[in-house]
């Protein structure tokens, strides 16, 4: 398929539907780089394209500092940056957007029904795009300390714990991106991972270890928090090749040990695998005609911003071609 050509012509943004208004065409769950691309595919093919978000777009690009391996910026991309130029491109072809969590579906209907907490809405196709959070460490206090200390997102919180020190758990791209970015404004980072070697990107590798203020903890996982006054002091972890327990005071330990997907709310609409992400093939068709699923939240071997975006495009033009018939 090519490539069309820019116009400066847009299309015209119509009135989000209601229970009772007409009925989506596309209804896109998620607005992280595949929901928002799957929207401006679909926006662009002249359909009806609806995006529900519960928060704000971006998804976890919009907390990423900096990104390497976008095509086209030579330099790096911030994420934030990326995720709302990707949303202005969204709305220039006339997304509407619905700030509403969709809690549940029924795609035994026809047309298939969303369900908000305010409302239900009706569409032709849906395009799921929720993505994946960050998982837990499953420790205990790990709730009642979050906010408190523990954090999922360095870019985020990072700044609360300028010049103190910190941990960081995991070995893959985000840990490694994490303990980059907290070495420059925190006095100490300890990076704890199960293994002796990072599953990071091997560009990572020298750049870690030629941080000055980076302490690597090999072989190790975390087995308890410390608290004190309500607020985290250390973690305790365990050496694996020996058995040691080593208790590291810390201010914050921020945990990236992989993700879950969001699917909760589909309730066994949709065949999911073992670990919950959503069974489809490379086209993005899932098991219900007119359904795709796009993005982190499904089944496949790379989980990159640069896949999210293809997974939109080409659900998008599956919804459109499904549509047709």
Partial sequence: ?????????????????????EVIDVAVI???????????YAARAGLNAVMFERISP??????????????????????????????QQADRFGVNHIGEEVLGVDFTQDPKVLKTAFNEYRA????IATGARPRKLGLELEDELQGRGV?????????????????????????????IYLSRICKKVYLVH???????????????????NLEFVWNAVPRKLVADEGKLAGVRVEVLTTGEERDIPVDGVFVA????PNTEFLEGALTLDETGYVVADETGATDVPGVYVAGDVRTKALRQ?????????????????????
Avoid: W
Wanted: charged fraction near 20%; hydrophobic fraction near 40%.
């Fill in 305 to 325: 911003v640069v896949t999210a975006v293809a997974d939109g495009a080409l659900c998008a033009e599956e919804a459109a071609e499904y549509l047709a018939i």
């Fill in 124 to 127: 032709k196709s849906v395009i």
């Fill in 30 to 40: 998620g607005a992280g780089p595949a929901g928002l691309t799957a929207g401006l």
């Fill in 194 to 212: 199960r293994r002796d070697k990072l599953r990071a990107t091997a560009i990572y590798h020298k750049r870690l270890e030629d941080l000055p």
């Fill in 151 to 179: 954090s999922y997102c360095a870019t985020c919180d990072g700044n609360f714990f300028r010049d103190k020190e910190v941990m960081v758990v995991g070995g893959g791209n985000t840990a490694a991106g994490d303990a």
């Fill in 1 to 21: 398929m090519t490539e069309e050509t820019a116009t400066n012509e847009t299309t015209p943004a119509c009135k989000a539907p209601g229970a009772t208004d």
């Fill in 257 to 260: 040990v992989g993700t879950e």
């Fill in 58 to 87: 971006g998804g976890q690009l919009a907390q990423t500092e900096h990104m390497e391996n976008y095509p086209g910026f030579p330099e790096g991309a911030n994420g934030f940056e990326l995720a709302f130029a990707m949303k």
